[in-house]
């Protein structure tokens, strides 16, 4: 069997932001492992349209969709009675919703700052509380929970989005130590630059910088987030080269700085 491989519809897997992007790469290859699905997003109708995709390339096991904002203070509890309201049990866990921003803190509207932060940190956060608690009753489980690799760039206009990603890194770290013992296992997954429309890059945009290896398709990095959660692995930086350029933007020099600061200023939306 392949790694993580298991009985079809013997257990379950969560994921949230799943109607597009990397959320639905993750909820593909888990259902091509035998996983039931239970699939979250704001959107309705993508969301319905997902599973019903879902359901037709992969009809040994079920699928289920809701529509909800995750964005919001009471998200968490609101998803996991809707989720385990019926007796289901969450064997992976996926925390993947998440929403980008490319702005000066000052020029950004307090209403987004509020729902960015409930979405990156409360929800994820409360979502391994409530579901975490009852995999360690049961004896094990897994949760990955998406980072980014822009906590090693806190530039100007990412402040809000690489400090709530940092967020999840470090609470993921600390968290998959606490749990151990119980037998789950929680992996924080630092992904560069991946081609889906969070950023708003065009499509022929993204094609190119597949192509040219500046970014990475949504599969590439659902493939290795799930083989380190498998793994056991702590924290996951798909590909070795972007590793590579961890200490240079931690090291960017202030002068350096301000001429990103004037170049960056022109793109932010």
């Known amino acids: ?33 035998g996983y039931n699905l239970v699939i ?12 019903e995709e879902l359901r037709a390339a992969h009809p040994s096991v079920a699928v289920r969709a809701i529509a909800m904002d995750l964005a919001r203070e009471r998200a968490a509890y609101e998803l996991y009675d809707a989720v385990t309201g019926d007796g ?8 993947n919703a998440g929403m980008f921003s490319f702005l000066d803190i000052l020029k950004t509207a307090p209403e ?12 994820l956060t409360l979502n391994c509380r409530l579901f975490g608690a009852d995999m360690a009753r049961r004896g094990g489980g897994h949760i990955l929970n998406m980072s980014s690799f822009s906590i090693w760039m806190p530039f100007p206009g990412l402040s809000l989005y690489s400090a709530s990603k940092a967020y999840v890194k470090s609470f993921s770290v600390a968290f998959s130590k ?24 065009p499509k022929d945009l ?13 599969d590439r990095c659902a493939k290795k987030g799930l083989r380190a959660m498998w793994r056991g692995r702590r ?8 590793k590579i350029f961890i200490p240079f933007c931690l090291l960017i020099p202030y002068p350096v700085m301000k001429l990103l600061r004037r170049w960056t200023a022109k793109l932010q939306k």
């Open 1 to 33: 069997m392949k790694r993580g491989e298991v009985a079809a519809g013997s257990k379950t897997a969560l994921v949230t932001g799943a109607s597009a992007g990397i959320g639905r790469r993750y909820a593909e290859r888990l259902a091509a492992l």
């Open 40 to 51: 979250v997003s704001l959107h309705e109708e993508a969301i319905e349209q997902a599973a």
């Open 88 to 95: 289901t049990e969450i064997d992976v866990l996926i925390n």
């Open 112 to 123: 987004k700052i509020s729902r960015l932060l409930l979405l990156h940190d409360m929800t």
């Open 178 to 201: 606490e749990v151990q013992e119980n037998g789950i296992r929680c992996t924080a997954v630092c992904p560069a630059g991946i081609a889906t429309d969070l950023y708003g890059l």
């Open 206 to 218: 993204q094609r190119f910088g597949c192509k040219i290896g500046a970014l990475m398709t949504a």
């Open 235 to 242: 924290t996951c930086v798909p590909d070795w080269w972007n």
